[in-house]
């Protein structure tokens, strides 16, 4: 029906963005986390020793 898939990552750049920018999907813009209390993680600072992990979810999962 359309042509925008929206993609939510915290990566403009580097593996994951070349991986989409090469699957068709290139990034149109990156997401903030937000959290209570302790942070999360520091998405900004990666390495190659560092693990990442990719998944993918629906709105539509009921």
């Given at each position: 029906s359309g042509s925008f898939l929206r993609i939510d990552t915290h990566m403009d750049?580097?593996?994951?963005?070349?991986?989409?920018?090469?699957?068709?999907m290139p990034v149109f813009d990156t997401?903030?986390?937000?959290s209570l209390?302790?942070?999360?993680a520091d998405f900004a600072v990666a390495g190659a020793a560092m693990?990442?992990?990719?998944?993918?979810?629906?709105q539509t999962l009921g």
């Open positions: 750049n580097g593996d994951f963005a070349a991986f989409l920018s090469h699957s068709g997401v903030l986390t937000m209390g302790k942070r999360l693990p990442k992990t990719y998944a993918l979810a629906s």
